[in-house]
C-alpha cells in the first residue's frame, strides 16, 4: 500500500498562473480532504470530499476548486495563483463515520510545498 | 464553533527529559481526541487517539488523557529522544468531516 500519495512535491507560480494538485489513495477511504499548513495556524481545511462526485466546502475554500471524478483521487486546482497562496498543502483521507460511531483518525499524504511569485 | 488550543512552542529539552505538551479544547458535544506528529519533510502521522472520557491514548512512550472536566487531552512522554524531535499537533474531531487542529508545537530534542 502507498497510502496516500500527493503529486507534485515542490512547485513555484508567478501570479495569475493556474495548476492542479492530484492526490491519490489505495485504502479504498470515502472521505477526502485537503489542507493547507501555515506558520503558527496548524492546518486548515480547505475542501473535503464524502464520497466520488461530491465536494464541499472547508473553512478557507476561496481560490480553489476541486473534482473527485474517481474515488481514489481528489484534485485542486488553483485558477489563478496568488501570493497569498504561498502553503505548504496536505492531502488526507479517512473511512466513512458511521451515524453513532466514532471518528475515525485521517491520513495524510506527504505535502506540496507551493510558492507563489 | 470547535477549536484546539496547544501550547506554544518551540520547546527544547535535552534528551531523557521529561516533555509536557499542553492542549485544551472546546466543543459542542463529545469529540474525538488526537494527537498527529509530523516528523521534517513529512505529512502528520496519528500518534495516538482517545475517543471518549478518561480514555488514555497511548503509543511509543507518549501518553495522553481524555479529561472531559477540564477538557483538555495534554500529551506526556517520560523521556524524550533526540529521535522525537519533531511538530506535534493536537485535534479534535466531532464529526469526521471537520477534524480542528491546534497551530502545532515544535519540539527539539537535544542530545
Known amino acids: 500500500n502507498a497510502g496516500v500519495t500527493q503529486t507534485p512535491k515542490f512547485r513555484v507560480l508567478k501570479t495569475g498562473q493556474s495548476m492542479t494538485l492530484l492526490c491519490a489513495q489505495d485504502?479504498?477511504?470515502?472521505?477526502m480532504y485537503w489542507y493547507r499548513q501555515d506558520p503558527g495556524m496548524g492546518l486548515r481545511l480547505i475542501h473535503y470530499s464524502v464520497g466520488e462526485g461530491t465536494t464541499a466546502k472547508g473553512e478557507v475554500p476561496d481560490g480553489y476548486n476541486v473534482s473527485r471524478l474517481k474515488k481514489q483521487n481528489f484534485l485542486l486546482g488553483l485558477e489563478s495563483a496568488a501570493p497569498s497562496q504561498t502553503s505548504v498543502y496536505f492531502c488526507?483521507?479517512?473511512?466513512?463515520?458511521?451515524?453513532?460511531?466514532?471518528?475515525?483518525?485521517?491520513?495524510f499524504g506527504p505535502g506540496t510545498r507551493l510558492t507563489v511569485t | 464553533g470547535d477549536s484546539v488550543t496547544q501550547m506554544e512552542g518551540p520547546v527544547t529539552l535535552s534528551e531523557e527529559a521529561c516533555l509536557t505538551i499542553?492542549?485544551?479544547?472546546?466543543?459542542?458535544?463529545?469529540?474525538?481526541l488526537f494527537w498527529y506528529v509530523q516528523y521534517p519533510g513529512e505529512g502528520l502521522q496519528l500518534l495516538l487517539k482517545a475517543t471518549k472520557a478518561d480514555d488514555k491514548g497511548s503509543n511509543k512512550g507518549f501518553e495522553a488523557t481524555y479529561r472531559k472536566e477540564t477538557t483538555s487531552f495534554h500529551l506526556e512522554k517520560g523521556s524524550v529522544q533526540v529521535s522525537d524531535s519533531a511538530v506535534y499537533f493536537c485535534?479534535?474531531?466531532?464529526?469526521?468531516?471537520?477534524?480542528?487542529f491546534g497551530a502545532g508545537t515544535r519540539l527539539t530534542v537535544k542530545p
Open positions: 485504502m479504498n477511504h470515502e472521505y
Open positions: 499542553n492542549c485544551t479544547y472546546t466543543a459542542t458535544g463529545y469529540p474525538s
Open positions: 488526507a483521507s479517512s473511512y466513512v463515520r458511521l451515524a453513532g460511531l466514532l471518528s475515525y483518525e485521517q491520513y
Open positions: 485535534a479534535l474531531s466531532d464529526d469526521n468531516n471537520d477534524m480542528r
